[in-house]
């Protein structure tokens, strides 16, 4: 559906346009229909600038992309046919009501009954009764409520939100949430750039971690297990050393930790080998209080992922500058 | 064709809300109708000039160019009129000048601080379209208000008893190839010119202010026919219909390059 590959944005920068920013270095990715993909990265990442090419709006330095098979740079007309985007900025017309600054967009994209799509879009996102206001009059919840019914007015197949619930209050984020579960119900597209993880691991089906390249990509647990392993907490009531070299001499435990009464076990099975490590520890006489395995959250991998890659690009920065030294 | 209507729609809807756009749209087109008015009411009525012959202006050496047979036929007075009038030909012409600045100048400026031109761009829209849909927005008022000023003179110099043969003047083809030809293309070059100056400041006022640099080449016209370097009569209006349609053609095209997709939203501060 989504597919890019080798995708790169190179921009000039400087008073002369001499110097470059590599902005997307080489993204490939191939996101299916239906699928709630969800784009992490700090701030100057990269993400925005994914979604314009993706939206053809910018035009990508090299490599490909495609759309439902729409190709960026070629069917770019096409492509905005097809797609929405929620801007980072709700950008909407301030001095116009929320009805005005729909319609203008019904008409740009020749809704054949116009009436019907905003009536729908206005009344599903609780603006109806302010319908008339002008929309500079509109709290930041509303703005950007109206900004995701704009993205939503054609029945876009595939949807790109930047950052869509940044800087609203509980109640006007929880809107835009559920809205975004009804979308994924209906079956949507939808491209998701977020420094929410919370929100990430609650909507993406898959998330990739970007830093002007694509540092990892998996359904949010995947990532988990991939950076930390699984790790399994047994409870007990008491402890003994030998329970804890029983557990260790296990082929299949990769590391143990004993903290208090609680043996932290890091496995790749835990399906596997609960039941092993419960027997031995009955049979060395613990008292099992509770099991449980204990999930890094995506917050977590997502820090782990960027201060590596940070760490990583300070280092050849350093080993650069010493080559150019020497 | 439908894409560019909805811009202009979209353009006047959110343009028009602003008071000082309307009070400058409303205001200017008033006042440099009413100032030729009052003057050359008071000159028809109180006979100013009415004892010299245009014969006799022309041995003084006071009538420059050709002016000597715009008069044949016209008593003084009517040829000091005639002579006057022409500087308020270039007050007319200064109208489609002036006024699509400040429309162009709000509406881009206003798109680029509240960030409404990139949900604009990523709509299947092209960047013509756009361009001319802004265009046009703020050229067909500044136009309609000059023609409207025009017709509202031509109607005053009935109301103030001018002489039908400075009103034949004015509706002469001098006149009407400046209002009716030259007008539309000079706002073309404002518009383009405000756009180019927009993309680089974030303040309407600012930009309405340095756009309005474009007056300086027009008050050289104006001293150059004052001091009698250059004539305004029919040769100068078609030369320069040529020069600025020209002119205007080169901003157009300038004006696809800034209205880029790409240029707007990574080079526009």
């Known amino acids: 559906m989504i597919k890019t590959q080798d995708l790169r944005k190179i921009f000039k920068i400087g008073k002369k346009q001499k110097e470059t920013l590599v902005a997307v270095d080489g993204l490939n990715l191939e996101i299916s229909e239906g699928e709630v993909f969800g784009f992490l990265g700090p701030n100057g990442a990269g993400k925005t600038t994914t979604v314009r090419m993706l939206t053809s709006l910018i035009r990508p330095s090299s490599g490909s992309a495609e759309i439902y098979g729409l190709k960026v740079g070629v069917d770019d007309t096409e492509i905005r046919r097809n797609v929405g985007i929620l801007t980072e900025s709700p950008g909407l017309y301030e001095r116009l009501s929320a009805e005005q600054n729909l319609r203008i967009f019904a008409e740009l994209y020749d809704i054949p009954d116009p009436e019907k799509a905003i009536n729908k879009y206005l009344s599903m996102l609780d603006l109806w009764d302010r319908r008339m206001d002008a929309a500079g009059t509109y709290s930041k919840g509303m703005r950007q409520k109206l900004a995701v019914a704009r993205a939503m007015l054609h029945e876009p197949k595939v949807l790109f939100l930047d950052e869509p619930t940044t800087g609203l209050d509980p109640e006007a984020a929880k809107t835009v949430r559920d809205f975004i579960d009804e979308l994924k119900h209906q079956g949507r597209t939808i491209f998701m750039c977020t420094h929410n993880l919370d929100e990430a691991e609650r909507h993406c089906d898959r998330v990739g971690i970007f830093k002007q390249r694509l540092l990892a990509l998996d359904k949010p647990s995947a990532l988990r297990e991939q950076l930390f392993g699984r790790k399994v907490v047994f409870h007990l009531a008491n402890t003994t050393p030998e329970m804890c070299a029983a557990v260790q001499a296990l082929p299949d435990v990769k590391a143990l930790e004993q903290i208090e009464n609680k043996l932290l076990v890091s496995l790749d099975e835990p399906e596997k080998m609960n039941p092993v490590i419960t027997r031995i520890l009955v049979d060395k006489g613990a008292d099992i209080l509770f099991i449980g395995e204990i999930k890094q959250s995506l917050e977590r991998v997502y820090l782990e992922m960027i201060r590596s890659e940070e760490s990583s690009q300070t280092k050849k920065i350093n080993q650069s500058v010493e080559r150019n030294r020497a | ?269």
């Not at chain 2, 008071?19 to 440099?32: D, G, K, Q, T």
């Not at chain 2, 007050?91 to 990139?118: C, D, H, N, Q, W």
């Not at chain 2, 080449?217 to 040529?242: C, E, R």
């Open chain 2, 1 to 269: 064709m439908k894409n560019i209507r909805t811009i202009i729609k979209k353009e006047w809807a959110e343009v028009f809300k602003r008071r000082v756009v309307v009070l400058i749209m409303l205001l200017v087109p008033l006042l440099f109708t009413l100032i030729p008015l009052v003057m050359l009411g008071v000159m028809s009525n109180t006979g100013v000039g009415g004892d010299v012959s245009p014969e006799m202006l022309a041995q003084s050496g006071s009538m420059p160019g050709d002016m000597e047979t715009v008069c044949v036929g016209l008593s003084g007075n009517d040829c000091m009129q005639v002579m006057m009038v022409i500087q308020f030909l270039l007050m007319f012409m200064m109208m489609p000048l002036l006024l699509p600045i400040t429309i162009a100048a709000y509406s881009i400026v206003g798109e680029k601080t509240t960030r409404s031109l990139e949900p604009l761009l990523a709509t299947p829209i092209t960047t013509l379209e756009l361009l001319v849909g802004k265009c046009l927005a703020a050229v067909i008022p500044a136009v309609g208000a000059t023609w409207a000023s025009f017709a509202l003179f031509n109607i005053g110099l009935i109301l103030v008893k001018v002489s039908p043969g400075v009103r034949a003047y004015i509706l002469g083809p001098t006149w009407l190839l400046g209002i009716l030809v030259l007008g539309p293309i000079l706002a073309i070059i404002a518009v383009n010119f405000a756009l180019y100056v927009s993309s680089r400041v974030s303040d309407p006022r600012m930009a309405e202010q340095v756009s309005g640099v474009l007056i300086f080449p027009f008050m050289g016209v104006i001293l150059a026919q004052l001091a009698g370097v250059i004539t305004i009569n029919i040769k100068f209006m078609l030369l320069s219909i040529v020069v600025c349609a020209l002119i205007a053609v080169g901003m157009f095209y300038l004006g696809t390059i800034i209205f880029d997709r790409e240029n707007i939203l990574t080079k526009w501060k």
